[in-house]
């Protein structure tokens, strides 16, 4: 198997064999980013295939000394900061460094991650995207107020809400031992 630069650099001359190889390898930790973003695994899918597209087509403009986990993260959570809902006029997320925490669930072998993924689906988009944000991306309510161009305040009172919401569907819907 050719290692990541070899198959950045064949996906920068749009060599299909580099970009399936590219699309394999980091299938299961892009399509772990979009699970919690998204409203089904459908819109998961669809984000992260464009996602990919969006790599493939842009692999240039890729810096050899930043880390392609962050560049990929960043160009995934820029997709759903894009199709975020509710009027708020957002700046562009690339613009923003992301915060990597030190290991990332694998949604294929961890059942109480399959659990809160569904939970989270259940939230409406903007407080879904700020709820992933702020717990899971670990952007501060003062990087979320200016990525979406709102007070501090109200970053704050839609992650609250948000957690509400997760609490009163976790209680609804699974007993808690199963969290």
Known sequence: ????KNLIQG???RDRTSQKLLYQMWYTFA???CL????SAAEAARNMNEGFFFIYDQIS???HSDCFEVWFKKILIGIFIEQSRGGIKMATAFDHDLIIPA????PNNDLKYAQLIMIMQQLPQEQRTFFNMYAI???TYK????IFRIKEAQSKMIIGIARQKLYQIAKQGMAPERL
């Open 137 to 139: 991306d670990g952007y």
């Open 36 to 39: 919690r973003y998204a409203q």
């Open 61 to 63: 403009m890729y810096d």
């Open 143 to 146: 990087e979320l107020s200016s």
């Open 103 to 106: 290991s990332h669930p694998d």
């Open 11 to 13: 996906c920068a001359i």
């Open 1 to 4: 198997m050719k290692n990541l």
């Open 31 to 33: 399509m772990g980013i």
